[in-house]
C-alpha cells in the first residue's frame, strides 16, 4: 500500500481536517485509479488523539481498518514545536531557534523508514517512497515532499504579518519578521495552497491579495454534517470552558430547563457527554466554542449560532482576527457576560448571516462541500502533474 501523509499546526481541529481530506482524495484516487492509499496521522496527542480518530471515521476504521495508521516519532517532532505546553510566542520562539534543527531530524527520520502503528496497536514499517503526497494544514515544519499541498483558512505567514501590523499577541518583533519569512518558505513551496471561504481575513473582501500564484479558494475544508436523528432535549453544546461567567450561564440554562451537552463531561458539572456532531440535531440552540474554524464551520453548515470567547493577549492572534471576522459577517458573537436569554435572541440574525455566505458560496463554487472540491482540486493536480 502507498500512503499520504498529513502534516498539521496544533489543536485537534487541524489533525482532524487533514485526515479529512487525505481520506477524501485517497477515494477519489482510488476511483481513477483503481489505487486507494493509506493516510499516516502523526500521533501527537496519545491516547486522546487516537479515541478522537476512532470516533470521527468509526465506520471507515470498521470496514477498513488498515487505511488509518499513526506515527508517534513524527508527533513527537511537532510537539516539541506546538503552542500548548508552551505559551504561543515561546513556541513561536522554539520554531525560528529550532527548526532547522528538526526538519533536519525529520528528513533524517523519513530517509529511514517510517514506524507506524495501526489503530489496533500493531507496529509496521513504511518506506519514505511509499509516500506520495502530503497534505498540510499551516505546516510548523517542512516535511519535504514532493507533492505537497495546503488546505486551510489563511497562511501562518499572512496571520503574523497582520498581528505585527496592528501590534496584536506578545511576541518579539524580531521573532515575528523571522517566523514570517520561516512560514512563507513552506507556504510557496506548496503545488496548491487552498484557502477556504469564509475564514480569518474573509471580512476583508476583495482587499485581500492572493499571495502566492498557487492560490486557490474554496468552500469551508471540512466535511459535510450529517443530519441526526438522536432525540435529546433542547440545550446548549459547550466545547470550551475556562470563559468567565459560563457558569452563570449554565445555571440559568439548568432553571429554564435546557440541558448542557459537551465533550468534556468530566470539566462541566451535570453535563451531559454528546459527541460535536450532535449539533446537527435542532435541539442544540447555541454553541459554545473557541473561534476556531472547525468549529465555526460546523455551526455555519448546522445553523447552530455560535458564541465564542474573547481574544486573550497570550492567545495565537488568529484568534484575535477570526472573532472581528466573525462579529463582521455575522457568523458568531463573542461573550462578554450576556445573559442566555440575549445570546438565545440572536438566533434570527444569526440565521440571515448564515443564508447570506451560504447564498455567496453556492454563487461562486456551486457547493457547500469544500471537501470534495478540494480534494479534487489536489488529485487533478497530482495526476496532470505525476503522471
Not at 158 to 181: M, Y
Not at 289 to 303: P, Y
Amino acid at each position: 500500500m502507498r500512503y499520504i501523509i498529513t502534516n498539521f499546526a496544533y489543536g485537534f481541529g487541524p489533525f482532524l481536517r487533514t485526515a479529512e481530506l487525505a481520506l477524501k482524495v485517497s477515494d477519489l484516487l482510488k476511483a481513477k485509479t483503481g489505487e486507494q492509499s493509506g493516510v499516516i496521522i502523526p500521533w501527537v496527542y496519545g491516547e486522546k488523539q487516537k479515541a478522537i480518530i476512532e470516533e470521527q471515521f468509526s465506520e471507515l476504521i470498521k470496514n477498513q481498518p488498515e487505511l488509518l495508521v499513526l506515527d508517534k516519532n513524527l508527533g513527537q517532532y511537532l510537539d516539541s514545536v506546538f503552542y500548548g505546553k508552551k505559551s504561543y510566542s515561546e513556541a513561536l520562539e522554539y520554531l525560528v531557534d529550532n527548526g532547522q534543527k528538526l526538519q533536519q531530524e525529520i528528513k533524517e527520520y523519513l530517509n529511514g523508514g517510517l514506524v507506524v502503528e495501526t489503530l489496533s496497536g500493531q507496529k509496521q514499517k513504511i518506506n519514505q517512497q511509499d509516500i506520495i503526497l502530503e497534505i498540510n494544514r499551516n505546516a510548523r515544519v517542512d516535511f519535504g515532499f514532493e507533492f505537497s499541498y495546503q488546505a486551510t483558512f489563511a497562511y501562518a505567514s499572512e496571520i503574523l504579518q497582520h498581528a505585527l501590523a496592528d501590534k496584536i499577541g506578545q511576541a518579539k518583533e524580531n521573532v515575528i519578521n523571522l517566523a514570517i519569512n520561516w512560514f512563507s518558505q513552506i507556504e510557496n513551496r506548496q503545488r496548491l495552497n487552498l484557502i477556504a471561504e469564509p475564514a480569518t481575513f474573509f471580512y476583508l473582501g476583495q482587499s485581500r491579495p492572493k499571495l502566492y500564484p498557487t492560490e486557490e479558494r474554496t468552500p469551508p475544508n471540512c466535511s459535510l454534517p450529517k443530519p441526526i436523528e438522536t432525540k435529546i432535549d433542547k440545550g446548549i453544546y459547550v466545547t470550551v470552558t475556562g470563559i468567565p461567567g459560563l457558569d452563570k450561564l449554565f445555571a440559568e440554562a439548568k432553571k429554564i430547563g435546557l440541558k448542557i451537552y459537551t465533550n468534556q463531561p468530566e470539566i462541566i458539572t451535570e453535563s451531559m457527554k454528546m459527541s460535536p456532531k450532535i449539533l446537527g440535531n435542532k435541539n442544540i440552540l447555541l454553541h459554545f466554542a473557541r473561534s476556531g474554524w472547525g468549529s465555526i464551520w460546523l455551526s455555519q453548515l448546522t445553523d447552530t449560532p455560535f458564541i465564542a470567547p474573547a481574544y486573550q493577549n497570550e492567545d495565537d492572534p488568529e484568534i484575535y482576527f477570526n472573532n472581528i471576522c466573525l462579529g463582521k459577517i455575522g457568523l458568531g458573537k463573542i461573550y462578554q457576560g450576556q445573559s442566555l436569554a440575549e445570546l438565545l435572541g440572536f438566533k434570527a440574525e444569526y440565521q440571515a448571516s448564515v443564508d447570506k455566505v451560504n447564498q455567496y458560496l453556492l454563487e461562486q463554487y456551486k457547493t457547500l462541500d469544500g471537501l470534495e472540491y478540494a480534494a479534487e482540486k489536489i488529485i487533478n493536480n497530482y495526476l496532470n502533474v505525476s503522471r
